[in-house]
Nanobody
Framework: QVQLVESGGGLVQPGGSLRLSCAASGSFFHVNDMGWHREASGKPRELVAVIRSGGSADYADSVKGRFAISRDYAKNTIYLHMNSLKPDDTAVYYC??????????????WGQGTQVTVSS
């Protein structure tokens, strides 16, 4: 019913930049919140950034000032612009979406993940 497709991950040197994208597709009534989480090796999954249907955004303290989340509402697509990347940013990044499949029923959906590796 709902699929999240991510792209943009890869290998980048410290100080470099990447842009991730995630598009929601399928049969649903409304896409509410969308965001990015990441899971580094040996660590629990953590919130990176979220953008709500009204346009407000929240960021993890570790990425404030370096990452920016944006949203194309017409395409149900979000982006994560990552600048000044650090080795600690190395992780699998997962797209997240809160999706209403009916007017009153919603579920949480996840993408397959995309690997970001920051290394020299």
């Amino acid at each position: 019913q709902v699929q999240l497709v991510e792209s943009g991950g890869g290998l980048v040197q410290p100080g470099g930049s990447l842009r991730l994208s995630c598009a929601a597709s399928g049969s649903f009534f409304h896409v509410n919140d969308m965001g990015w989480h990441r899971e580094a090796s040996g660590k629990p999954r953590e919130l990176v950034a979220v953008i709500r249907s009204g346009g407000s955004a929240d960021y993890a303290d570790s990425v404030k000032g370096r990452f920016a989340i944006s949203r194309d509402y017409a395409k149900n697509t979000i982006y994560l612009h990552m600048n000044s990347l650090k080795p600690d940013d190395t992780a699998v990044y997962y797209c997240y979406a809160k999706v209403y499949t009916t007017r009153t029923t919603y579920g949480n959906y996840w993408g397959q993940g995309t690997q970001v590796t920051v290394s020299s």
